[in-house]
């Protein structure tokens, strides 16, 4: 499986954009980007994925640059219920979460 | 639809004690997760199942550890003997094929004394 790159932590303004970048510089041509969040104390919660074409759902925006390394999940309004760890993980066949990155929306 | 079940949600018992986790996957899901997440850490996959075959448990202590999904639906982790270490977040998973989305269930916290 590909391996990830995010950044450990991150801060967001409570109704603005939050952006959050992904590193897969290793990933091959079967393998999809996938988002999950993990509220604290709860099961991660999956948010968003894609192969190489950008997605949107209710949730989030998923924007996959064009050779695929790496990617960018957005929450165009942040709330204060959105902070939580988010995980970027690309797979075939099984799942490697890293350590995810942080997200607090500040009031 | 019911989410994915998992029983029970909380477990203490003491080092080199047996303990088993239950987890009924979403209906028609063929694919079936066990992760264990350390706290402050990402979840790490134990085993995954595609409807009763195992696909991937590289990374299950089988000295220890161990998992069936017997009729491809139901699924229990065992441990035995337990250790302090095993301490954890137990969370079960499932989808519909290995490609598609996971959705987790509440997890089982254990606390190994």
């Known amino acids: 499986d590909a391996k990830t790159t995010q950044p450990p932590s991150m801060d967001c303004a409570e109704g603005r954009a939050a952006n959050l970048p992904c590193n897969h510089s290793?990933?091959?041509?079967?393998?999809?980007v996938y988002w999950y969040r993990q509220i604290h104390s709860q099961g991660p919660q999956y948010i968003i994925h894609?192969?190489?074409n950008n997605e949107t759902n209710e949730m989030a925006s998923l924007i996959i640059t064009e050779d695929r390394k790496s990617s960018t999940l957005i929450l165009p309004h942040a709330t204060l219920r959105d902070t939580a760890v988010y995980y970027c993980?690309?797979?075939?066949?099984?799942?490697?979460f890293g350590a995810g990155t942080r997200l607090t929306v500040k009031p | 639809e019911a989410g994915v079940a998992q029983s029970p949600r909380y477990k203490i018992i003491e080092k080199r004690q047996s303990v088993a986790f239950w987890c009924n996957p979403i209906?028609?899901?063929?694919?079936l997760y066990w992760y264990q997440q350390i706290l402050g850490q990402g979840p790490k996959l134990l085993i995954q199942?595609?409807?009763?075959?195992?696909?991937?448990d590289s990374q299950l202590p089988k000295d220890r550890f161990s998992a069936e999904r017997l009729k491809g639906v139901d699924s229990t982790l065992k441990i035995q003997p337990a250790k302090l270490e095993d301490s954890a977040v137990y969370l079960c998973?499932?989808?519909?094929?290995?490609?598609?989305?996971?959705?987790f269930g509440p997890g089982t916290r254990l606390l190994v004394l």
């Open positions: 209906s028609g899901h063929a694919t």
């Open positions: 993980i690309v797979s075939g066949v099984g799942m490697r």
């Open positions: 290793t990933i091959s041509g079967n393998e999809y």
């Open positions: 998973a499932s989808s519909l094929d290995y490609v598609e989305p996971q959705y």
């Open positions: 894609g192969l190489k």
């Open positions: 199942f595609q409807n009763n075959g195992v696909v991937d």
